[in-house]
């Protein structure tokens, strides 16, 4: 069974630095999302593909931020400058879409943990 | 804006009965989901049900929906020690694809 994964599991950087995370989803899913979770809160929506088209950035993915699913399979999550207020875990989802077909149901990876010193 | 709440913790002794509850203010959801988390992991998906549904059950998991009171609720029966994870509702907004809304999770300790 290849379910959603995720890499690295941690990372640890300096302030400042630039970070990559690579998401590989449930290969037939055509949808990807990422998700950003800090300690003691639910997960809080970053972005949406659908295939390699990224079409709802939440206001929460500045301009440090940036997602990238150029052929429509993995995903990369790329933070530029990080700050302390990133760290947190990234988590990466995807579905299928099924046009009048049951839930388009979310699965998740086990995440990226980020610390920012 | 959408917004959904949880309880923050539970603890219940083995065997008894779990209920974690949830409530969202979105009108228009189509479908609620329960995922769980152990420490350090991803998400799990444990169920979800349909707006249109009041009650959904499966195997030692029953879901209630009161869509009047946009009130969920998700029971375990003959709760375990390997049950013991945060909790997590949540929502799907309407528009065309899944943009989920979590609560901030309901930590389930259970105790012998």
């Known amino acids: 069974d290849t379910g959603v994964s995720q890499d690295p599991r941690h990372k640890i950087t300096k302030r400042g630095q630039n970070v990559t995370f690579r998401c590989d989803p449930i290969s037939e899913h055509n949808r990807l999302y990422w998700y950003r979770q800090t300690l003691g809160q639910g997960p809080e929506f970053l972005t949406y593909f659908q295939n390699e088209a990224q079409l709802e950035k939440s206001r929460l993915l500045s301009d440090r931020f940036s997602a990238e699913r150029p052929k429509g399979s993995f995903s990369t999550l790329e933070i530029q400058r990080t700050e302390q207020g990133d760290s947190a875990m990234y988590l990466c989802?995807?579905?299928?879409?099924?046009?009048?077909?049951?839930?388009?149901?979310?699965?998740f990876g086990p995440g990226t943990r980020l610390t920012v010193l | 804006g959408e917004d959904v709440e949880q309880s923050l913790f539970l603890s219940v002794r083995e065997g008894d009965s779990s209920v974690i509850n949830c409530t969202y203010t979105?009108?228009?959801?189509?479908?609620l989901y329960w995922y769980k988390q152990e420490p350090g992991a991803g998400l799990q998906l444990l169920t979800y049900i349909f707006s249109n549904m009041d009650m959904k059950q499966d195997q030692r998991l029953t879901v209630l929906l009161n869509k009047k009171d946009k009130h969920l609720s998700l029971r375990i029966a003959d709760t375990q020690t390997g049950d013991s994870a945060i909790y997590f509702c949540a929502d799907s907004l309407s528009g065309g694809y899944n943009k989920l809304i979590f609560g901030a999770g309901t930590r389930l300790a259970v105790h012998p």
């Open positions: 989802a995807s579905s299928l879409d099924m046009a009048g077909g049951p839930a388009d149901t979310q699965y």
């Open positions: 979105d009108s228009s959801s189509t479908y």
